[in-house]
């Protein structure tokens, strides 16, 4: 997959994301098949993760698919053709997700994921939402929610040896220089709480690429979709945005690419218009110093959370 620099030029950047991205977006292979491998998808069920889904079942993947609408969701499923999973999961409920990992053993039957695609996520409209545990909403589906089920997946030896997790971002989050859990905002400012997120997501990767060297690891900007806006397809707006901005098929092609193709990069970026990103030295992701913090705050919440869970581990050890 070809690599390019990204542009130091905030406005050469975010160029990158809308300029004649639909002609430099990369369409996947239809091979090498996925026959025989295991894939967990976070969000599977509407936009590019169920593209993505449709994608990874055309291969011949088996899918899991984690997602929060149980019932609305589980219709959707069934349409779908192939071996797909449905388990329950809102993953800015700590809660919840202790429930939905034993669901997702109960559908392995002691089997491993191959692949874990982190796909879901939010933007919160209006002014600050909080989860049930008090965190601000955007990090706790974003971030945190994703951060508790590797966690308990990596714990659980629900993961394969070599598992492939593709960690899926916006490149927006260059916006922003911090992702922390009590974020507060006044007024119609969700999308800064979302790019936060998202600066959230390249930095934990980058720390499980550093501290789990026996997983793969990717991050991925699938490219800019219409939504909200673009739901109302027949509307004068929508049709001039779809000229612009991609499909949710067209989305999901950089993270079925990931999935698929042998010569991605462990560690690597992948933008759906640059193919392998290079990422300037002003970027954020490089403010180590906030990264440590950001993890460790994960942690903390993590470990709070589930310390239980670690006194039996260490009993029964």
Not at 178 to 185: E, H, L, M, P, R
Not at 250 to 274: F, K, P, R, S, W
Request: aromatic residues 8%; glycine residues 8%.
């Amino acid at each position: 997959m070809k690599a390019n620099k990204i542009p130091e030029s905030k406005f050469k950047r975010i160029l990158c994301w809308t300029w004649r991205q639909k002609s430099r977006t990369n369409i996947c292979p239809d091979s090498p098949s996925l026959e025989g491998k295991i894939v967990a998808i976070t969000g599977g069920t509407r936009g590019i993760g169920l593209e993505t889904v449709k994608g990874l079942l055309k291969r011949g993947a088996e899918v899991i698919v984690l997602s929060r609408n149980k019932k609305k969701d589980k219709n959707i499923i069934r349409e779908l053709r192939g071996k797909v999973y449905f388990v329950s999961l809102d993953l800015g409920n700590i809660k919840s997700i202790r429930n939905s990992i034993e669901k997702l053993e109960d559908v392995l039957m002691g089997r491993e994921i191959d692949v874990l695609i982190n796909n879901a996520g939010m933007a919160v409209k209006g002014e600050t939402q909080v989860s049930p545990q008090g965190y601000e909403l955007s990090y706790a589906v974003n971030v945190l929610g994703h951060h508790i089920l590797f966690q308990e997946c990596h714990r659980k030896s629900l993961l394969s040896e070599n598992a492939h997790i593709i960690a899926v971002t916006g490149d927006i989050y260059f916006l922003e220089d911090d992702c922390t859990a009590n974020f507060v905002y006044i007024g119609n400012k969700g999308v800064n709480a979302y790019s936060r997120s998202k600066l959230g997501v390249m930095w934990w990767a980058r720390k499980i690429y550093n501290l789990y060297p026996q997983y793969k690891i990717n991050i991925v900007h699938p490219g800019v979709i219409p939504m909200g806006l673009g739901a109302n397809q027949k509307s004068i707006f929508s049709r001039l945005l779809s000229k612009a901005l991609l499909t949710p098929k067209e989305g999901a092609q950089t993270t079925l690419i990931c999935v698929t193709q042998a010569d991605i990069e462990n560690g690597a970026y992948y933008h759906n218009a640059l193919g392998k990103a290079t990422l300037p030295e002003s970027d954020p992701v490089f403010n180590l110093e906030k990264a440590d913090k950001f993890w460790n705050e994960l942690e903390d919440i993590y470990t709070n959370s589930y310390k239980n869970d670690f006194s039996l581990d260490r009993a029964l050890a």
